[in-house]
């Protein structure tokens, strides 16, 4: 986070600790939402094969979640995680070297854009499997609360992940053993193509969680300030013995499930509809209001998220390939 520190000082903002954070905070919504339409324009181009899932239009839950977070508390995160993995620090050139398999990526061109992590930052890496990552969160809860660390473990969901078994089996042994974790729904409405209300007879989804005895609450996803304090609120529960606590964030992803996705399941009004939310929107609108940022900053800070993007993209096409001795490496059998 000390980049985004360093440009508002370059940007000659005078703010107290809490407004800084949330210029910084600002600056890293910008950089996420660059990075993944620059993602999806790679692979449009050609630069990049296989798939892709994108998460623009979420960022405020990513970056709002983090924010109310620990240095040592630990983050799992699902098959749309760029933004997780940044928002807990990660480097946007080591990542996108990942989505174009090269060696210097974080899982050495092995795992793609799903299966990455660095546990010297807590980022317990992505999961392609659909809830897969609620259970290893259940685990890492159970490790710190044995160790008595003081520290969280976060898990990131979407809303298909509440239509698997794992789920309620896991909520349940973390409300026995009052296990430290915070499970986040990032509710964008969509499984794939299928709208929430034709996949859950319960479209409450706090209900869902406080029936497997975790506390829970909801607020608006694309609102960060919002995303942030609820976070912050029910983190410290968690953290001071309270028992698992379940957070839905509703929110609205613009891209596609992943690439190639038309979106014929919806609406181009629905989806005007959401981009009057659009989470950076709502960001700046409200710090304007505060008097933190004008339209002269503003700009700044997209040109600077911007050349972070471009560095990115560089450092990862200059970056080899995996060298094929290696291919027998970190493989367990």
């Not at 324009?41 to 798939?51: I, R, S």
């Not at 623009?56 to 630990?74: F, H, I, P, Y």
């Not at 309620?168 to 053993?177: D, G, I, R």
């Not at 700044?300 to 094929?324: H, I, N, Q, Y």
Request: charged share 25%.
């Amino acid at each position: 986070m000390d980049s985004y520190r360093e440009e508002s000082e370059m940007l000659g903002i005078s703010a107290n600790a809490a407004d800084r954070k949330s210029l910084e905070d600002y600056a890293l919504m910008l950089l996420i939402r660059f990075f993944e339409e620059t993602v999806e324009m790679l692979f449009v181009k050609g630069y990049l094969t296989g798939t892709v899932h994108t998460c623009s239009g979420q960022e405020a839950s990513a970056v709002g979640v983090v924010s109310a977070l620990r240095k040592g508390d630990l983050v799992t995160s699902n098959h749309r995680g760029h933004g997780h993995f940044m928002a807990k620090g990660g480097d946007p050139g080591r990542i996108m070297a990942e989505i174009f398999g090269k060696a210097e990526g974080y899982s050495g061109g092995r795992g793609g854009s799903q299966l990455m992590a660095d546990y010297s930052l807590g980022f317990m890496g992505g999961n392609g499997i659909v809830c897969g990552s609620v259970a290893v969160a259940t685990g890492m809860g159970l490790r710190l609360k044995m160790r008595g660390s003081g520290n969280i473990a976060a898990c990131f969901i979407g809303d298909g992940a509440l239509n698997q078994g794992i789920f309620y089996e896991s909520l349940n042994m973390a409300a026995l053993w009052r296990l430290p974790v915070i499970y986040i729904c990032e509710n964008n409405l969509y499984s794939m193509s299928t709208p929430v209300h034709k996949a859950h007879s319960q479209p409450d989804f706090v209900v869902k969680a406080e029936a497997m005895g975790a506390s829970g609450a909801s607020c608006d996803g694309n609102d960060y300030f919002a995303v942030r304090d609820l976070t912050s609120r029910l983190a410290a529960k968690a953290r001071d013995g309270g028992g698992p606590v379940f957070i839905e964030l509703k929110t609205y992803r613009f891209s596609g499930h992943s690439r190639g996705d038309k979106r014929i399941y919806r609406t181009r009004e629905e989806e005007k509809m959401w981009k009057r939310k659009d989470p950076l929107k709502v960001m700046r609108q409200k710090l304007e209001a505060a008097g933190l940022l004008d339209p002269k900053s503003d700009k700044e800070l997209r040109a600077m998220a911007r050349k972070k993007v471009g560095d990115a993209v560089r450092f990862a096409k200059k970056s080899p390939f995996p060298d094929t001795s290696t291919l027998m490496g970190g493989l367990f059998a």
